[in-house]
């Protein structure tokens, strides 16, 4: 077995596919543009195999990121895997969105210590879903829903010499912070399916399998539908 993984990652606008094996990233596409996620997703996936000699018969596994982030995206991201699972009968692994986003950091930027890591998804306004990672890659806040305003870190800062703020969600605070040098905002992070291959892989070593019948993203918030107000005329 090759332990070749499949990792879609729809979370945000973009709509990014890789392939790994044995937990190392072989090929990603990642495309930023308005509607990809319903209508090109399965070409990406199509093409990846494509140039890499494969087909979906190939395929060990199939990883998605598995949320928070776009309610529409994720369900697209995660009714095409699970298509794909219940089809070839492989296992579905299911990722945490910021946990992933937080290890794609970790490989292009490095840790230091008695630093915290935040890493970021654009919720609305001044609210963000984030979860808080220390130096030793060990989760210390869950992924919640929080209102970031300037006093937000204080209580951390208390005990870390810096919060490094990154992801999508990250970039609206640059102005926020910016004569806090101990607040560090990476603008332009974004999410990738890359980002999957080292939890996709240690899933799948240890049978970490979701149902694939059963299997939801992981909204942290539920999805409202709202209708416009109609305009009164004078």
């Known amino acids: 077995m090759n332990n070749l993984i ?3 990652d729809t979370s945000t606008s973009i709509c990014s596919v890789a392939l790994s094996e044995h937990g190392q990233t072989r090929a990603v596409i990642d495309l930023d543009e308005p509607n990809a996620h319903a209508g090109k997703l399965t070409i990406l996936i199509e093409e990846i195999l494509r140039d890499g000699g494969l087909t979906l018969k190939d395929l060990d596994a199939v990883a998605v990121s598995m949320g928070p ?3 529409t995206g994720l369900r697209i991201g995660v009714s095409t895997a699970k298509g794909l699972c219940y089809g070839l009968d492989i296992p579905l ?3 945490d969105t910021l ?3 937080f290890l794609g950091y970790k490989d292009q930027c490095g840790l230091k210590e008695n630093e915290v890591y935040i890493p970021m998804l654009d919720a609305r306004r ?3 879903y984030a979860s808080v990672i220390n130096h030793n890659s060990a989760l210390i806040k869950a992924t919640s829903a929080e209102i970031i305003d300037v006093d937000y870190f204080d209580e951390l800062l208390s005990e ?3 919060v490094n703020l990154f992801g999508p969600g990250a970039d609206k605070f640059e102005e926020l912070f910016k004569s806090n040098d101990r607040v560090r905002v990476l603008t332009g992070f974004k999410v990738s399916a890359a980002f999957l291959s080292v939890q996709a892989f240690a899933k799948f070593q240890e049978r970490q399998f979701e149902d694939v019948a059963y299997f939801e993203p992981f909204y942290l918030k539920d999805f409202v539908v709202t209708t416009a107000k109609k305009k009164v005329g004078l």
């Open 6 to 8: 499949l990792q879609i």
């Open 69 to 71: 982030g776009s309610y």
């Open 93 to 95: 692994l299911g990722i």
């Open 99 to 101: 946990y992933a986003l």
């Open 126 to 128: 001044m609210e963000v």
């Open 160 to 162: 870390y010499d810096r």
